[in-house]
């Protein structure tokens, strides 16, 4: 069966940067596209980008763009999402999902990032 | 970006009414290849999304037929015939047909 793990909470401090596993079973990782999206706290979703593991090409929210930087491994499966510059707008849940048909189809179970000193 | 409008913010209904949740886009979703991709994801509390359905109206393998979407270009429409229990939670209608991806404001169901 499908299933995205993500990478446990993490407490970060100001201007630091923090890096978010993804780790893919279940299914060819290099056939779908691995997408990532923010929920902050009791908020919608928002869309920061997705990475095409196969080909390694990036799309970003021009609003992440800056901030998001999408890699894979594809010898294991694992899709990552470095965060940098933290401030506190960057503390919220962060989720991976699985692109398919124009829908989401798996999502990671998220991770929680907070920023604090 | 799209901005998509979902109406109303909540819903308190009692189990065994229906359901109706609108959501409206700035721009049209029908995409160049002709479909137009409109989804709708449920969050219950304390859990991350889970798919409902694609493209307007299709509904994932494993979701109850009392769900079903409608709609075209910038309206759209889910509906529950008979709600039940374990719908409980936040529904969002997002659009995949322009970049960047963008989501609806959610419209949480409450059980009466």
């Known amino acids: 069966q499908v299933n995205l793990l993500q990478s446990g909470a993490a407490l970060v401090k100001p201007g630091a940067s923090v890096k978010l596993s993804c780790k893919a079973s279940?299914?060819?990782?290099?056939?779908?596209?691995i997408h990532w999206v923010k929920q902050s706290h009791g908020k919608s979703l928002e869309w920061i980008g997705y990475i095409n593991p196969n080909s390694g090409y990036t799309n970003y929210n021009e609003k992440f763009k800056s901030k998001a930087t999408l890699t894979v491994d594809k010898s294991t499966n694992t899709a990552y999402m470095e965060l940098s510059r933290l401030t506190s707008e960057d503390s919220a849940t962060y989720y991976c999902?699985?692109?398919?048909?124009?829908?989401?189809?798996?999502w990671g179970q998220g991770v929680m990032v907070t920023v604090s000193s | 970006d799209v901005v998509m409008t979902q109406t109303p913010v909540s819903l308190s209904l009692a189990i065994g009414q229906p359901a109706s949740i609108s959501c409206k886009s700035s721009q049209s979703l029908l995409g160049t290849s002709g479909k137009t991709f409109l989804n709708w994801i449920l969050q219950r509390p304390g859990q991350s999304p889970k798919r409902l359905i694609y493209q307007v109206s299709k509904l994932y393998s494993e979701v109850p037929d009392r769900f079903s979407g409608s709609g075209s270009e910038t309206e759209f429409t889910l509906k529950i015939s008979r709600v039940e229990a374990e719908d409980l939670g936040v529904y969002y209608c997002?659009?995949?047909?322009?970049?960047?991806?963008?989501f609806g404001g959610g419209t949480k169901l409450e059980l009466k």
């Open positions: 997002w659009q995949g047909t322009h970049f960047p991806r963008t």
């Open positions: 279940g299914y060819t990782f290099t056939d779908y596209y």
């Open positions: 999902t699985r692109g398919s048909y124009g829908g989401y189809d798996y």
